[in-house]
């Protein structure tokens, strides 16, 4: 973990320099204009392989309780990930994240999942895509299993699409109980090597083609 040494500009471009060399920005608070770069002793990755789907979870996604889509509202996503929740009363997302994310989902590398009900967002996740490997930075729920879904849905996509390598940075129990492991820093930026020499599709599926959550189910089972 590293902070610069003076304040400087960091450009979408930097920004996806630093994930390709396992770096990711992070900021003491969301009121904090400032940014540091963190590589973890850790890191926290999901097999695609091997995501866990409890019999509850299945059911939820195979009823489509959730109308979950990719790409349709960013700025809401990010806001979502940003608030106060019970399990988490302070955010790492300033304005400078909001700034350098949003202009990455505008040049198509910055993408999320979500889930409406009843034209209401009551879940999601957002992240980047880089040739084989897709970074997942922040997600949220407002009803019960809707960020399990969206984890659901993205991980399908990217089976369909051909990644190779889902990092979630730091481990939780949530996300151990979804099939998340922690591997060494050394480990991980083997992987990630490998996974930058593939080519894969964040919109194997287009962002208008409805997928339902049998589709899902069945991308985790190919």
């Given at each position: 973990m590293?902070?610069?040494?003076?304040?400087?500009?960091?450009?979408?471009?930097?920004?996806?320099?630093?994930?390709?060399?396992?770096?990711?920005?992070?900021?003491?608070?969301?009121?904090?204009?400032?940014?540091?770069?963190?590589?973890?002793?850790?890191?926290?990755?999901?097999?695609?392989d091997?995501?866990?789907?409890?019999?509850?979870?299945?059911?939820?996604?195979?009823?489509?309780?959730?109308?979950?889509?990719?790409?349709?509202?960013?700025?809401?996503?990010?806001?979502?990930?940003?608030?106060?929740?019970?399990?988490?009363?302070?955010?790492?997302?300033?304005?400078?994240i909001?700034?350098?994310?949003?202009?990455?989902?505008?040049?198509?590398?910055?993408?999320?999942?979500?889930?409406?009900?009843?034209?209401?967002?009551?879940?999601?996740?957002?992240?980047?895509?880089?040739?084989?490997?897709?970074?997942?930075?922040?997600?949220?729920?407002?009803?019960?299993?809707?960020?399990?879904?969206?984890?659901?849905?993205?991980?399908?996509?990217?089976?369909?699409?051909?990644?190779?390598?889902?990092?979630?940075?730091?481990?939780?129990?949530h996300?151990?109980?979804?099939?998340?492991?922690?591997?060494?820093?050394?480990?991980?930026?083997?992987?990630?090597?490998?996974?930058?020499?593939?080519?894969?599709?964040f919109?194997?599926?287009?962002?208008?083609?409805?997928?339902?959550?049998?589709?899902?189910?069945?991308?985790?089972?190919?």
């Amino acid at each position: 973990m590293s902070k610069p040494g003076a304040p400087y500009a960091i450009t979408p471009q930097l920004l996806l320099r630093a994930y390709s060399i396992g770096l990711f920005p992070m900021a003491e608070s969301a009121e904090d204009d400032q940014l540091f770069w963190v590589d973890p002793e850790k890191r926290a990755i999901f097999p695609l392989d091997t995501f866990i789907v409890s019999r509850s979870l299945a059911k939820t996604v195979r009823s489509d309780r959730f109308e979950v889509v990719v790409d349709r509202d960013f700025d809401a996503v990010i806001d979502a990930c940003a608030a106060p929740a019970p399990d988490r009363e302070k955010t790492w997302i300033n304005c400078e994240i909001r700034r350098l994310y949003r202009e990455l989902f505008d040049m198509g590398f910055a993408h999320t999942v979500e889930c409406w009900r009843e034209g209401q967002l009551v879940g999601g996740l957002y992240g980047v895509a880089l040739r084989g490997a897709f970074f997942g930075e922040s997600m949220f729920h407002r009803e019960r299993d809707a960020s399990k879904v969206a984890l659901t849905h993205l991980v399908a996509r990217l089976r369909a699409g051909g990644f190779q390598l889902l990092d979630t940075q730091f481990m939780t129990s949530h996300l151990a109980s979804l099939g998340a492991i922690e591997i060494s820093r050394e480990a991980y930026h083997r992987a990630l090597e490998e996974a930058l020499c593939v080519v894969a599709k964040f919109d194997v599926w287009k962002p208008e083609e409805k997928v339902s959550g049998r589709q899902a189910l069945a991308a985790l089972e190919d």
